[in-house]
């Protein structure tokens, strides 16, 4: 008895498969069309699973930018942000610049500068020894090496710590020694002695080594250096430049508040605070896609808890703090805002609650009444701190939602791989079912035309 072949192959480590089917039956696809409707709760889940963990990396990124903005109000309660200072200005600082360091008397000072600091120099011909030699500049010893060169001889010098004086080469073929300090030296400098002939003097180049001279306020006064400290109290001056047209005027201020580290401080919160508020506001105004677009997308439309923490910020910005002065109650009294005109159509941005700071303002508040300035900032940031702390620290509002979500996100994988466990089981068994079908059908076919066969046969032969 004859049969149509009928493959069926299975090993334990690889599915079932089906060939030569007697049934005429695309069993194959008929499989895959049944276990793809089963696997539909399974598509599902994933894609909520994709949706949560979307959400935990926004919901993270909003909290890594709440907590730097918390970090940065957290600057104004510093008591050192608030040090009393006092600056000195220059009307000309490229000729003599001053600094203000402590104690310094208030005021305008005449600095007139007939003579800058400098150090003594002594120039040499430079002969490459022929054999090794030593020489001996301000008392320490140098070593030069046969065919030494004179750059090489400057490095040398200018690399050892210990030396007293500098080098540098020149492309006449000179070397140049200068003190490393500057100031009057009289007329022994710059001794340099040894039996050697590698440095020959150049008779007419000895420059000796002068000090500073100025006046201050028409009181003469000397220098070794250009950096003086002891001819303005508290002051301490640089001088660049000789003043043939006239002295140069140094302005020492009152001691106060340092505007310029306030500023900094103030420019440096408005970017993280709008930078925070744009990340949410992108997540809050996106809408969430058609049905099978992108998971995570659109995750935090209208967010209720991100829309109220929003407000609230805004809210603070412009709360009047308790115990305030009238005019230095709130960061509006010092030139933060949201910039929104007073009349006609608000900026998009001050819509959105974007800051922006008026610098002007913010200096005259802090001249004006720096005491009052400093209790304000610092009584806001405390509360504006506790309120982004609450959403945004370690246990807070977010991170509660980011725990919660990876917590459904396990769940979810747990039962996404029972799910599909149960569904390759329920696979393998279709494929042994339709198996066994086309097994007993291509059987009952070999026997049909067996039967046939015979039938015919019999036929033939008259019986």
Known sequence: MSTSPLGVNSTSSAPI???????????????????????????????EQSKLEAEQSQLKSIQSSLQQLALAASEFTEPSLYESSQTATSNEPSRVS??????AGVGGY???????ANSAQRTFTFTTPTSEETITIEGHEVHLRAGESAKELASAINSDPTATVYAASTEAGTVVLSNRATGATGGEFIKVTGPGKALTEKAGTAKAGKDAEFTVDGVEGTSSSNTVTDAIAGVTLTLGGLTPGGPVTIDVQAPGLNEAAVEAQVQSFVKLYNSAVESIQQQLTTRAPAKGGEPGVGDLFGDVELTSLLDSMRDAM???????????????NIGISTGAPTGGESTQSSLEGLLTLDPAKLSEAIKGN???????????????????????????AIESRVNGDGTQVTQ???QINAMNEMLAEREKALQETYAKLEAVISKNTAQGA?????TTSLGKSGL
């Open 412 to 414: 979810l994988t747990i």
């Open 17 to 47: 498969t089906i060939t030569g089917l007697a049934s005429g039956l695309e069993t194959t696809k008929i499989i895959a069309a049944l276990m793809a409707a089963q696997r539909e709760p399974v598509t599902h889940l994933t894609h």
């Open 98 to 103: 001053a600094v203000a360091t402590s104690g």
């Open 110 to 116: 005449e600095v007139d500068v007939t003579q800058l």
């Open 450 to 454: 067996w039967l046939s066969e015979q």
């Open 370 to 396: 720096p005491a009052g300035a400093e209790k304000m900032l610092q009584q806001w940031s405390q509360k504006l701190q506790g309120l982004v702390n609450a959403a945004a620290a370690p246990g807070g």
């Open 318 to 332: 412009y709360e009047t703090g308790e115990g305030l002065e009238a005019n230095m109650s709130s960061p509006l």
